[in-house]
């Protein structure tokens, strides 16, 4: 089983900054993607960024050029730095495991989610 906790959530002004953190525990696979999901009260769930163990990351576009998504394989931790944060960009935003078993659809393990706040 995999567990993911995220920190790092908050109040913040628009212009603002905030760096989401998440640790993995459990079994983490080098295949695993590491990334980041957010949510507003009546829509979908949607990808914000997310990453390989070798580094390569992928971002929403409504993020890119703002947020940096970046990971410790050592840790098992994915960051996510949010730059020049808009009120648009409020939302729970959860940390997210994706992992491709031989063959089958993607699972998908989750965070109880943190809350980002980007208002004056």
């Known amino acids: 089983q995999v567990q993911l906790v995220e920190s790092g959530g908050g109040l913040v002004q628009p212009g603002g900054s905030l760096r989401l953190s998440c640790a993995a525990s459990?079994?983490?696979?080098?295949?695993?993607?590491l990334g980041w999901y957010r949510q507003v009260p009546g829509k979908e769930r949607e990808l914000v960024a997310s990453?390989?163990?070798?580094?390569?990351?992928f971002y929403a576009d409504s993020v890119k050029g703002r947020f940096t998504i970046s990971r410790d394989n050592a840790k098992n931790t994915v960051y996510l730095q949010m730059n020049s944060l808009k009120p648009e960009d409020t939302a729970v935003y959860y940390c997210?495991?994706?992992?491709?078993?031989?063959?089958?659809?993607?699972?998908?393990?989750w965070g109880q989610g943190t809350q980002v706040t980007v208002s004056s």
């Open positions: 997210n495991l994706r992992r491709y078993p031989l063959g089958g659809s993607p699972i998908h393990y």
């Open positions: 459990g079994s983490i696979f080098v295949l695993d993607l």
């Open positions: 990453i390989t163990s070798g580094g390569s990351a």
